[in-house]
Each structure stands twice: as structure tokens, then as C-alpha cells.
């Protein structure tokens, strides 16, 4: 079945800086790959996805890149704020076919004002 | 419109009781499914339906688990004689297939066995 691993476990940037989340995954079936915030006691909630026909997707502060080559992806949030501040989750799924998630472990992101 | 709600929010039960959590879907999405939070870690699916076909219980970790889904809608998972291990929140989403695979997730219910 499907892995992903997510990189760094803990992530502490300054208020404005850029921060960078990687995840890799190990099925090449995986076509979507979307991206989640959740903050403490809270649902988490998707900010971005990518699909696999596309290299690069780009809304407002956030992106995300996508390799499918080397089988990894990537969060990227510039111009932190406070409120950036919560876990962020990768995740990978075939789509279609099922479309059940196996997510990453988790980031926790903290933005220091 | 209204999102993805289950409940309760929070249960608390002893060892060796069975439980049942709740969830609505979004109302239209044909998908439906069911994921488990332990403290501190990631997501872990347990169990998917998508419109009449049979449910995919692949992530299912035991046979004390199950889930309906009941006229295409609400879904129950239930838990029977549950374990300490169990404790965790659950944790639903739903989503509108034909080429759409954003998932919405619920609240969650969090589970305490005691």
C-alpha cells in the first residue's frame, strides 16, 4: 500500500519568512495530493491539492510543487503570519479509483511573532 | 451550505462497551469516509462507501469494528467491546466523486475508554 512521509516534524520560522513542508510518497499509482491545516481541537481543513497533471499550484501564499519522478511533493507558505500556526498534513490518494487518503505524519508549524 | 457533522462530540465509555459515533455527509457527496486520529499523530483510514457499492473496509484495524451507511446518507461506525487502544478521535469526511476528490472532514468524535 501507500507511504508518505512528511519532513520536518517541528518547524519554528519567524513572523514573514517563508516555510518549506516535504512529504514523499511511494506508490506511483497516486494522482492527488492535497494538503491540510489543522488547528488544535479542530477539523482539519484543506487548503491546497495538486494533481498529478500539473507541476506547480499556486494560491495567494501558499503553493505547492510536485515531482511525480522522484515521488515527493512540497508545501511552500511565504510571508508567515501567526495565524499559520497549527499541523499541517500531507497526504496521497489514487483518486478515483477509492480516493481514500494515507496521509503523512504531521508538521507542526509555529510562526513567532 | 452545511458541512460534514457527526456526533457526539466527545464520548466517554468503559472498557468492553460497545459504541456508535454518527456522521452526516455533505448533503450530494456520494463519498463517504471514516478516519482515525490517535493523540499527537496523523490520520488513519478505516473505512470508505461510495454510493451503493460494497464499502471498502481495508483499513479497518479488527473485526470489533464496523460501519453502515444507511440510504446513501448517514453513516454509523461501531465499535464493540472496546479497548483503551480505541481512544482516539474519529473523524468523517465526504466527498462528491465524478472527477471531484476534494475531502471535507468533520468535527470529529473524540473517544475516551476508560
Given amino acids: 500500500g501507500e507511504n508518505v512521509e512528511q519532513h520536518p516534524s517541528t518547524l519554528s520560522v519567524q513572523e514573514g519568512d517563508s516555510a518549506v513542508i516535504k512529504c514523499t510518497y511511494s506508490d506511483s499509482a497516486s494522482n492527488y495530493f492535497p494538503w491540510y491545516k489543522q488547528e488544535l481541537g479542530k477539523r482539519p481543513q484543506l487548503i491546497i491539492d495538486i494533481r498529478s497533471n500539473v507541476g506547480e499550484k499556486k494560491d495567494q501564499r501558499i503553493a505547492v510543487t510536485l515531482n511525480k519522478t522522484a515521488k515527493h511533493f512540497s508545501l511552500h507558505i511565504t510571508e508567515t503570519q501567526p495565524e499559520d500556526s497549527a499541523v499541517y498534513f500531507c497526504a496521497a490518494s489514487r483518486g478515483n479509483a477509492g480516493n481514500m487518503l494515507t496521509f503523512g505524519g504531521g508538521t507542526r508549524l509555529m510562526v513567532k511573532p | ?114
Fill in chain 2, 1 to 114: 451550505g452545511a458541512g460534514v457533522s457527526q456526533s457526539p462530540s466527545n464520548k466517554v465509555t468503559e472498557k468492553g462497551k460497545d459504541v456508535e459515533l454518527r456522521c452526516d455527509p455533505i448533503s450530494g457527496h456520494t463519498a463517504l469516509y471514516w478516519y482515525r486520529q490517535s493523540l499527537g499523530q496523523g490520520l488513519e483510514f478505516l473505512i470508505y462507501f461510495q454510493g451503493n457499492s460494497a464499502p471498502d473496509k481495508s483499513g479497518l484495524p479488527s473485526d470489533r469494528f464496523s460501519a453502515e451507511r444507511t440510504g446513501g446518507s448517514v453513516s454509523t461506525l461501531t465499535i464493540q467491546r472496546t479497548q483503551q487502544e480505541d481512544s482516539a478521535v474519529y473523524l468523517c469526511a465526504s466527498s462528491f466523486q465524478a472527477g471531484r476528490y476534494e475531502q471535507y472532514f468533520g468535527p470529529g468524535t473524540r473517544l475516551t475508554v476508560t
